[in-house]
């Protein structure tokens, strides 16, 4: 039937590089179509791979399997390099409630397929599909396939067998949790969609940088220094600008304050409140309107000399007289600390006279081109580090087997690290987001492709057999259950608010339609910060526990 690429594009390769090209341009083309504002995105992908297999096409078997492994590298690599500051970050605060809900998901979808095996009968490499398709997990998947080549009693086309129950579970797994979100909404009083985005406004508040200016008037703090002020030392609050007798100048932590001085703090909204309450009352003028020779600035760190070094290091305010009150990194802004090391990349907000602040600019590189520039060795290190990584043997009481990351968990972990550390001698662990997105998606896309290829030339032989009804109920239950159990416990025995609780369960599905529909609906960013906090810890949970289900269940 495709006779007529052979015809046009001779020899294996060329053979295989325009069929990946005709299913991955009719995946996008079926991804984009939306009902009801859901997509399956990149998705589409698997599914023209699917039905392109069944109706012949076909790519060579060795191609195909570096193809997939290596846009999966690519894929999970760009993720964690992405996700990985601000998952480090949330920690600090809400991260650990919410990745144990996150984890609870992964762990109750895990006994859910155990029983599926006992109970139902389902074939080994079935709930392994059923586990990754229901969770709109694509790494997990190819987790459980390389899991299941070091599994000597898998039956031929164990690997198939996968595949297809992941893509029947799979459409469910996207609608399921849409469904989810909107059951739990029900939960809530019945107030208007407004109120719930603005309380999950003011909860972000809490972890997102403010600024408040304060006028002097309690006389315990007159004639005392800046550091020597209540909660300034176990706070991450920025003193910006001082006000006094009509001039205005930025304090340093020396800086002796008295009653009719105004201050203006950048931190979160809860910790201001309380410098509030000591320092004395909100200031009727705004510091940032009064005249005077100070300016502000957004500077970019791209000069490695001082990577790594702290703000407290750098001592800008003595030697220039500025100070950072913010810096945004991956998209996320905080209060700048003392304590906080630059990394290639940040974006810092300066404060300061316009001298000070062109001084700042040269030490810190400020050359935005510098961020488009690429940094392709790197990258391909990173690979290497996490491909390493993937094959070692891990050793787990009772198991049969080692584990091993693979390739999907392997360079995961590794970016997430290196994205920590930002740099190690001239290596620099930055990836422009434009650059990330597209190696990325293209990484996914050339996975699907082959995934959807490969399985595709059995899946009517499935369906029509009788186990795509069970799986797709199956997949259905597993979509559901743990999503609405962990959901509304949080809403019960938490009272966490509802933008959260959505972020939550789009990160534990690892599922960008289901953000993109939560921060859409609720009308909040709230969504957005608690997937990326549960989205790390999400993803190596599953692929290590399809590696576990594979090598200790029965075939």
């Known amino acids: 039937m495709f006779s007529w690429i052979d015809f046009l594009a001779p020899g294996a390769v060329a053979h295989a590089v325009l069929a990946f090209s005709i299913v991955v341009a009719l995946g996008l083309a079926l991804g984009s179509v939306g009902f009801r504002g859901v997509r399956l995105g990149t998705a589409g992908v698997l599914f023209a791979g699917l039905f392109l297999g069944q109706a012949g096409l076909h790519i060579d078997q060795s191609i195909l399997e570096f193809a997939r492994d290596f846009g999966l590298i690519l894929f999970v690599y760009t993720v964690g390099l992405q996700v990985g500051p601000s998952f480090f970050s949330s920690l600090k605060r809400q991260g650990l409630a919410l990745n144990a809900f996150g984890a609870a998901i992964v762990l109750l979808g895990g006994l859910i397929v155990i029983g599926f095996r006992f109970l139902l009968n389902f074939s080994l490499p079935a709930v392994a599909g059923l586990f990754s398709g229901a969770t709109t997990n694509t790494p997990s998947l190819a987790a459980g396939q390389a899991a299941l080549l070091t599994v000597k009693a898998a039956p031929v086309g164990s690997s198939d067998i996968l595949g297809m129950a992941y893509a029947v579970a799979y459409p469910f797994g996207v609608i399921g949790i849409i469904v989810t979100m909107l059951l739990i909404r029900k ?3 019945s107030d208007s969609l407004l109120d ?3 309380a999950g406004k003011t909860e972000d508040s809490h972890d997102s940088p403010e600024y408040l200016d304060i006028e002097v008037t309690n006389p315990n703090v007159d004639g005392v220094t800046i550091r020597d002020l209540p909660f300034v030392s176990e706070s991450d609050v920025v003193f910006s600008r001082l006000h006094r007798s009509g001039k205005v100048v930025v304090p340093g932590s020396d800086s002796v304050i008295h009653i009719g001085d105004s201050l203006r703090l950048v931190g979160a909204r809860n910790t201001l409140s309380e410098f509030e309450t000591v320092i004395g009352k909100k200031s009727q003028i705004s510091l940032a309107d009064v005249p005077s020779d100070l300016t502000t600035e957004r500077l970019y760190v791209t000069k490695q000399f001082v990577l790594g070094k702290t703000l407290a290091e750098l001592n800008f305010k003595h030697l220039y007289g500025t100070v950072v009150t913010r810096i945004t990194r991956a998209g996320i802004e905080f209060a700048a600390a003392d304590q906080m090391r630059l990394q290639f990349g940040d974006s810092l907000f300066v404060v300061g006279p316009a001298r000070g602040v062109a001084k700042v600019g040269e030490l810190v590189g400020n050359k ?7 940094h392709i060795v790197p990258v391909f290190v990173g690979i290497m580090l996490g491909v390493i990584l993937g094959s070692l043997p891990i050793s787990l009481p009772g198991m049969p087997a080692p584990v091993r990351l693979g390739l999907a968990g392997g ?5 997430l ?7 190690i001698g001239p290596l620099i662990w930055y990836m422009a987001p434009g650059a990330n997105f597209v190696i990325r998606e293209l990484g996914i896309v050339l996975f699907l492709a082959c995934v959807g290829l490969k399985a595709g030339s059995r899946l009517l032989e499935v369906l029509f057999s009788g186990n795509g009804v069970s799986w797709l109920l199956g997949g259905a239950f597993l979509t559901l259950i743990p999503l609405v159990v962990v959901g509304l416990a949080a809403r019960k025995f938490l009272r966490m608010n509802y933008p959260t609780i959505c972020g939550v369960l789009a990160g534990s599905m690892t599922d960008p339609p289901a953000l993109a529909f939560a921060t859409s609906f609720t009308k909040s960013d709230r969504p957005l910060t608690a997937y ?3 989205y790390p810890l999400v993803m190596i949970l599953r692929v290590f526990l399809v590696q576990i289900l594979v090598l200790t269940l029965p075939m």
Not at 411 to 415: A, R
Not at 417 to 423: A, E, F, P, Q, V
Request: net charge positive.
């Open 417 to 423: 690290l290196l994205s920590r550390i930002g740099r």
């Open 532 to 534: 990326a906090a549960v």
């Open 368 to 374: 935005a081109e510098a961020l488009n520039a690429p």
């Open 187 to 189: 939960t809530y009083p």
């Open 196 to 198: 719930t985005a603005q």
């Open 411 to 415: 360079p995961l972990l590794i970016s």
